[in-house]
């Protein structure tokens, strides 16, 4: 028997999902996170990977936590000195947030070790071929959550 498109598209998200359940919960076991939470890597890890400042709603946009519970994390990765505020010069009222030098030498640290471990957990599991089949998979699903600028109503088209 042949699955619909709709069955289909839902188990394969369910296969994404427990594939990313186990291998968190692989990684999480692993003995490298005595200095920074999985949770606080992650936000050190986005804030690396963008070019300079960023206001919080950009962070969060990267990282799998509500408002209220990256503000705190944010707020202890501040005070332990790994995270600085800075005002956004566009907007007075706005804050920036920046990686410092300590935030970005914890993030290479950890992260080092964490690459490590996904290379084996991701190579051990898949081919050359396939890994990169899923990177072009994870960047195209990626793009579809992006946020997309609303469409004209057929009404406003025509006019």
């Known amino acids: 028997m042949t699955r619909s498109r709709s069955r289909l598209a839902n188990e394969a998200w369910e296969s994404l999902l427990t594939a990313h359940a186990s291998l968190m919960k692989r990684f999480g076991a692993e003995p490298i996170w005595d200095e920074v939470s999985m949770r606080e890597y992650d936000v050190l890890y986005t804030l690396s ?3 300079g400042p960023m206001r919080l709603y950009e962070l969060g946009r ?3 936590l509500s408002q209220p519970a990256l ?3 944010v707020e202890r990765l501040v005070d332990r000195g790994l995270v600085e505020r800075t005002a956004d010069p566009a907007d007075g009222r706005g804050v920036r947030l920046a990686l410092t030098a300590a935030g970005r030498e914890r ?3 950890v992260g080092g070790r964490h690459a490590v471990d996904v290379a084996r957990a991701v190579t051990a599991a898949l081919t050359d071929e396939e890994m990169r089949q899923l990177e072009a998979i994870g960047r195209k699903l990626a793009a579809q959550g992006e946020p997309q600028p609303p469409r004209p ?4 088209a025509t006019l």
Request: charged fraction near 40%; aromatic fraction near 0%.
């Open 107 to 109: 993030q290479h640290r």
């Open 62 to 64: 990267g990282v799998l």
């Open 153 to 156: 109503n057929r009404q406003e």
């Open 49 to 51: 990977k963008h070019d």
């Open 71 to 73: 503000s705190r994390l």
